[in-house]
């Protein structure tokens, strides 16, 4: 029986229908969740790199390829929209968050918050989080520690310091991490309803407090222009003089906070993996980083080219947004495909990232190959995307580097870290790609 269509072009169109999977949709997404990459591989084996398939009660398009991203991102013919397609994970918790915005609306605000995001800025921000995060990291412990615990609690004390740049007594910070966590896991709840006790429900009664603190604070922000992301985000103005409102500066913070913190830990955690399973890369940053002033400037982020290329290969392998929904607003086509109006369609980024026709022996890791002499992620503009692509290209991907890096470099300077020969990190892959385990590592301080 030929596999039947999403919907069939018009009559004397050149374009094709996109085929649909007639399995179960919930074995599917757990088939997926189990193993992304043979997944991908047995479905554009058998259906070609665009096809759709029933998800979470929506049916989605995934479109393979560099191309397929090219077209989607670029979005040239302006057809598909980030608003309606990520709502449907995390909308009603981070309501109007610069992502979930669409073309002049987004420009506009895209506009003002590039503020926050200016060298400058950056560089304070930076002044701010050297020292929180050395004094942190040289309190690690040592012997059996999960890594991944242990940098969420990190990227959590920095975000609550650089992000908020306020004073919170400890049982307030507390409160405030659980609302931010429990916000953060609602996007992902099976039950997508407020059930009292539930998932989607705690993450409606967080969102509520992360809005009532923000909203206590702001009139104090507004006063003094501090370095941290908050009062950045009341004061920052475009060159034609707009600013944020209130409200958009509280939607802002709660997205951003969001967007800032799993990404980065995720990214952390895969590179400590790495350079643990990997132990040559573990010693060669480690070299870079011994010859920089152990009071780390912000210049020096440059030189640690060696964590750079780790960086990059980790966010290759597993990129922590691992895929990229949008929703088609008008008929349009990708790759030849027709997609009608209304259908949502995903970019899978991890499983774009292990394209042969890019990357040789795309499942080792193996950072020279973002050497200049090799630069397998410049074969396509599209071929390396852990921070998006467009307009709506991550905004934080800068500051991402310097906090992972200067977490990395101190991590380097200050342990060793080993896990068992023949260890493999189990993913779970939900959600964002978490480790099961918590990656369990042996630390050793260094002398
Ligand atoms: C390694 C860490 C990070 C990764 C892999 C990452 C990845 C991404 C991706 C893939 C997107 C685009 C999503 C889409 O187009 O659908 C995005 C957008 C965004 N990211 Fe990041 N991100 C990271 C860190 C950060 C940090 C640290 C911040 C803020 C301090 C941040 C703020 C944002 C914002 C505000 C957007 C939305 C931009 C827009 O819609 O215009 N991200 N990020």
């Known amino acids: 029986m030929a596999t039947p269509l999403l919907a069939q072009p018009a009559a004397g169109s050149e374009l094709l229908g996109v085929p649909v999977s007639q399995r179960n949709g919930v074995l599917e997404v757990l088939s997926m969740r189990r193993d992304p990459f043979s997944f991908a591989e047995r479905r554009t084996e058998q259906y070609g790199d665009v096809f759709a398939m029933n998800a979470l009660g929506v049916r989605v398009v995934t479109a393979h390829g560099a191309e397929a991203a090219s077209e989607i991102l670029m979005n040239r013919d302006r057809a598909f929209v980030n608003g309606p397609a990520w709502s449907y994970f995390i909308g009603p918790f981070f309501n109007r968050g610069i992502m979930l915005l669409d073309f002049d609306e987004h420009r506009h605000h895209r506009h003002i918050m590039q503020q926050a995001f200016s060298p400058n800025v950056l560089k304070g921000y ?78 409606l009664r967080s969102r509520k407090i992360l809005e009532e603190f923000f909203y206590q604070h702001i009139e104090a922000k507004r006063a003094a222009q501090t370095p941290d992301l908050f009062s950045v985000l009341c004061h920052a103005e475009s060159d034609d003089g707009h600013r944020f409102t209130d409200e958009d500066v509280v939607n802002h913070m709660i997205f951003v906070l969001m967007a800032a913190h799993d990404t980065s830990t995720i990214t952390m955690t895969q590179m400590a993996y790495r350079m643990a399973e990997h132990p040559k890369w573990q010693a060669r940053a480690r070299a870079q980083s011994m010859e920089l002033d152990p009071t780390l400037g912000y210049d020096d982020l440059a030189g640690m080219t060696v964590l750079d290329d780790v960086m990059k290969e980790s966010l290759r392998m597993c990129p922590p947004v691992p895929a990229q929904p949008r929703m088609a607003v008008k008929d349009t086509e990708v790759q030849g495909y027709f997609v009608p109006k209304g259908t949502m369609v995903v970019i899978p980024q991890m499983a774009n990232h292990r394209d042969p026709r890019f990357y040789r022996n795309p499942d080792a890791f193996d950072p020279e190959r973002f050497s200049p002499e090799r630069a397998e992620d410049k074969g396509h503009r599209m071929a390396w995307t852990p921070f998006g692509g467009g307009v709506h290209k991550c905004i934080g991907l800068y500051f991402a580097g310097m906090e992972i890096k200067t977490i990395l470099h101190n991590l380097l300077l200050d342990y060793e870290w080993s896990v068992p020969a023949g260890y493999r990190l189990p993913m779970d892959y939900s959600a964002l790609p978490v480790p099961k385990d918590g990656l369990p590592v042996t630390m050793v301080r260094r002398s």
């Not at 004390?157 to 908020?164: K, M």
């Not at 306020?166 to 659980?178: F, P, Q, T, V």
């Open 126 to 203: 930076f002044a701010e989080m050297q020292p929180v995060i050395a004094d942190r990291v040289a309190a690690f412990p040592v012997g059996q520690v999960k890594l991944f615990d242990e940098f969420k609690d990190l990227t959590l004390d920095v975000a609550l310091e650089i992000f908020l740049g306020i004073e919170l007594e400890k049982s307030e910070a507390d409160r405030l991490n659980k609302a931010f966590i429990e916000t953060v896991r609602a996007g992902v709840a099976l039950v997508r309803k407020p059930v009292p006790g539930g998932r989607w429900w705690k993450g």
